[in-house]
C-alpha cells in the first residue's frame, strides 16, 4: 500500500468523488484531496514520486467542459495518474479518451486507467447507490493489480502509459441540454447552493434564480439543496427518463485498463 494518495476529482454531485475515494482509500493510507469543482480551486504541483487518482464525470460520452479547463491549473512534473472517467450505467464514449489525453497535456506519466459506473446524477434511479459493495470489492482487488503495475514500474520493468483505452480522436461534439433548475417555493433562501454552484450561476442575493448562460446543468444545487426545492422542469426530466429507460435494468460495466 502506499503512504500517500492523492484523489484530484471534479464532482458535482459528488458520486465522482465517491468512487475515486474508494480506489484511493484500497491503494494509500492516506488520501489528500484536490476538489476542481469550485473556481476558487488554485491548482496543484505534483512530483514524479506522487500517485495521483483524477477522476471527473461523463457528460455526453465527454469530459464537462469546465473540468477540462480547470485542469490547466495541475502540474504532473511526471507524477503516476489512475484516471477514472466516472459514468452514470449509459456509456462513457470518448471521455477516458479525453481525460487520459489532458493528464498527458499536462505532464502526467499514466499508471492506468478505469471506467466506473456511478449512480446518475440526473435521473437519480439509474444505478441508484452505485458505486456498491460490489463495487468496493472490484475496485480493493483492481487496487492490487495496480500497485503490482507501480511497483513494476519503479524497478523499471514494464513503462508507463503502453496501453490504449477506447474513444474516438476528434472527440464526439456534445453541447449541455438549454435548460437550468426550477427553484420552488420551498427555498429558504439559505445560499448554500450560490455558494457551491461550480460556476456561480445562482445569484448570492436571488437564489431562486440560475443564469442559463453559465449553467451546465451538473445537478449540484439539486443535490444539496437541504430543502429539495430545486429540481429540473418536468417535461425535461420526462424526456430523459424516456431515453435513459433502456439502462434502467442493465448493471453497468467497470472496465480497467493496465
Ligand atoms: C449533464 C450530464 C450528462 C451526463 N451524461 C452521461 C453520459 O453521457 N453517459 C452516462 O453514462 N452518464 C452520464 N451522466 C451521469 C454522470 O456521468 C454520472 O452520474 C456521474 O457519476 C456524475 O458525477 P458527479 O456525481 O460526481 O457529478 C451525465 C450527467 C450529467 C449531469
Ligand atoms: S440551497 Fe435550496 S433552500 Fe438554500 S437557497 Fe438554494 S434552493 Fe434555496
Ligand atoms: S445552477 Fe447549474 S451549474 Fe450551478 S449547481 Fe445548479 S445545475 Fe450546476
Redesign the pocket.
Known sequence: MLENIHVVHFSPAGNTRKAALLLAQALGSRAVEQDLTLPQNKGCTFGPEDVVIVAGPVYGGRLPEIMVHRMAALQGNGALAVTLAVYGNRAYEDALAELDDSVGKQGFRRLSSAALTAQHSIVTQLASGRPDQEDAEEIRHFANEILMKYERILSGSEQPDGYPVPGNRPYKSWKPMQAVPE?TP?????????R?CPVEA?PAKE??RTDPSKCFLCMR?VA???????KLPEPVMAGLEQKLAPFMEIRGKNEWYL
Not at 186 to 194: K, T
Open positions: 427553484v420551498a427555498c429558504v433562501r439559505c445560499g448554500l447552493c450560490a457551491r445562482i437564489p431562486s444545487c444539496i439543496c437541504p430543502e429539495k426545492a430545486r
